[in-house]
């Protein structure tokens, strides 16, 4: 697995990219593999256009910020991509979640049985890699170790 991380501040933006069609209609059925909840329950509702309406999803995933006294950190979304190597098979959607669930474990993000943790998502729009969502802010309003 190869992954890489970036920090940012626009959570409705980075999920519209996610969930859109890409620079060059690359994504293809964008959809949740795993999250802090049951995909399915997380997974946006469509729209009758067939886009999927984001401002749940965004919601919970920044609501845990509104806890943090200080505001929470400057940049409090954190994005991981994570891909397979070339010559990897391709990965089932169940395979998929359980790499997201580690990494967001052994990030110490969202350990497991620790259901207040971190609000996260992985999204999966390629065959072949999934993007991780979290904001940097526990459910107890508990402080989040980055590096």
Not at 12 to 34: F, I, K, S, W
Not at 63 to 88: I, M, N, T, Y
Not at 96 to 107: D, H, I, K, N, P
Request: net charge negative; glycine share 14%; with cysteine.
């Amino acid at each position: 697995m190869i992954g890489k991380v970036t920090r940012g501040s626009n959570l409705g933006g980075l999920l519209r990219y996610l969930y859109g069609p890409g620079q060059a209609n690359e994504h293809t059925d964008p959809h949740l593999v795993a999250g802090f909840g049951d995909p399915q329950e997380l997974e946006p509702d469509r729209r009758a256009d067939g886009s999927r309406d984001l401002r749940r999803l965004t919601g919970l995933l920044l609501q845990p910020l509104a806890l943090d006294p200080f505001g929470g950190p400057e940049k409090p979304v954190w994005h991981c991509s994570v891909r397979g190597a070339p010559g990897d098979r391709v990965l089932s959607d169940a395979e998929w979640g359980r790499v997201a669930a580690s990494v967001v474990e052994r990030t110490g993000f969202a350990p497991e049985g620790d259901d207040l943790a971190v609000r996260w998502v992985a999204v999966r729009h390629a065959p072949d890699h999934i993007h991780i969502v979290a904001t940097l802010a526990r459910q107890d309003g508990g402080g989040v170790k980055t590096w």
